[in-house]
């Protein structure tokens, strides 16, 4: 049966008209990844259990869309299936006959017990496009073990590179890995579409939470590899330059700054009024001023207090110096600092007043412009009576 979904009339041009996702998703990584593919113009499709997307209820009791939840679930229609059940499972089946791609994190092994792995549905659907994501990998000793983004940021070494030198590890401050996960799966499923389009045929896409977020630490990698060293954390600035991603605090806050080259270097002094720092033989070079940071940050620190945070920022930036003012969230404005104008979309639901999210941007003609956020089972009837 044809798809009976439309996107909203705004979006007649959008890039994934026609295409049906069907998303076993909890939490984030392949919540994130439906929600990106619905800003898109597919049709995603969310089954969820009687109790929902654990991510509903996460530190939030007034509605059935929490901020987890909010943030990654936008433009979905939720279906509730008792999987446990015959009736359940044959729905699911139909919806996933009737699919482009299927998305899924669920524990290794729990999908596949009841005929819904990617073995059974790529052999029997070979145009599916499935895309599954594990903490550990789906086979493996490892792969009974809880995946959530705090455990992959440990395991991966991340987390060891993350904080002040001679203090405990830091986690990053959101779910980090999560959202490369969810990113590297858009990808994926991009590519395997483009290829089905030459090819006719689907793909199998499987990530692990700890293969990404190993991935991502390449250039520590490089580093490693190419030093013999261990990379260990030591806060701000960059191990191999000078001055690199060094926070300085002004007259009425903070900014970070990067001038490790010979050319920014002289720059940043003469921008600040230190330009004797230049033949000041401890800062002559990008491997002096590595050995003497301390020193240097020092100095900086002194003639940074005598501008406010926007004056260093316009001094900078016009000596061409790499530098950012630190800033909380409720200093960031769209069409402000370089944010995009359109970056934030109305997300709502039928409860209650939109809130602007950040929203998706792949292509500089196409936007959506809002999303609405499903209910538990909101769709359900909808969605079922499509099969008949």
Sequence with gaps: MANTFQPPIDDQEAPLRGIRVVEFGQYIAAPAAGQALADLGADVIKIEPDGGDAARQIGWVQDDCGPMFSAYNRGKRSVVLNLRSAEGQQHAHRLVDRADIVLQNARP????????????????????????????????????????????????????????????????????????????????????????????????????????AVTSLANAWAEYRLQNEVPMRRGNGQPMAAPAAEVVATRDGLVVVSAYTQQHFPRLCAAIGQASLTSDPRFADNCSRVQNRTELLTILNAAFRHFSTGQVCDLLTDAGVVVGAIRTMDQIHPGQNGVSEDLFVPTHTAKRTAMNIPGLSLLSDYRRRSGKLPHLGEHTAEVLAELQ
């Design 109 to 212: 092994g729990s999908l596949e017990r009841i005929g819904l792995g990617a073995q059974k549905l790529t052999e029997r659907l070979p145009r599916l496009i499935y895309g599954q994501v594990s903490g550990f990998g789906q086979t493996g000793p490892a792969s009974v073990r809880a995946g959530l983004d705090i455990a992959a940021q440990a395991e991966s070494g991340m987390m060891s590179l993350n904080g002040e030198a001679g203090r405990a590890p830091v986690r990053i401050g959101f779910t980090v890995v999560d959202v490369l996960t969810a990113q590297t799966l858009v990808s994926g499923v991009l590519a395997a579409l483009y290829r089905r389009t030459v090819t006719g045929r689907g793909s199998l896409i499987e990530l692990s939470l700890i293969d990404v």
